[in-house]
């Protein structure tokens, strides 16, 4: 299962490609689950390798993964608790400088939070 999991990268970067659509993102989602320290998937890319937009869509990701509620079960984890995940894999998963603007900037305050 875990193997099928992972080829959802690839399999959407070529069906986008298949049908000539947002063909400029491609690389983008391909790459997303790609870790700082090279150990994600599909490429075992590491550090600037990474594309950019990439980097930042894999905090993103994570953090509403986390958040979010999903239809086979409650939110998971509070806005604190995923920051506080994010954070400790800050240069093992995500790429150091982007959490430092990530948490700095409060990108992900809830929006009910003053």
Not at 24 to 35: N, Y
Not at 76 to 91: C, D, I, M, T, V
Request: glycine share 4%; charged share 25%; aromatic share 8%.
């Amino acid at each position: 299962e875990w193997i099928l999991l992972q080829q959802h990268t690839t399999l959407g970067a070529d069906l986008l490609l298949e049908l000539n659509f947002a063909t400029d993102t491609v690389d983008i989602l391909r790459s997303h689950h790609e870790c700082w320290d090279g150990d994600g998937y599909p490429q075992r890319l590491e550090r600037t390798a990474i594309p950019y937009l990439a980097r930042v869509l894999k905090i993103i990701d994570v953090y509403c993964a986390m958040t979010s509620p999903r239809h086979y079960r409650s939110t998971h984890s509070s806005h604190e608790a995923a920051l506080q995940y994010l954070e400790s894999e800050r240069g093992k998963h995500y790429d150091p400088e982007l959490m430092d603007v990530f948490l700095k900037e409060d990108i992900a305050r809830p929006l009910d939070a003053p």
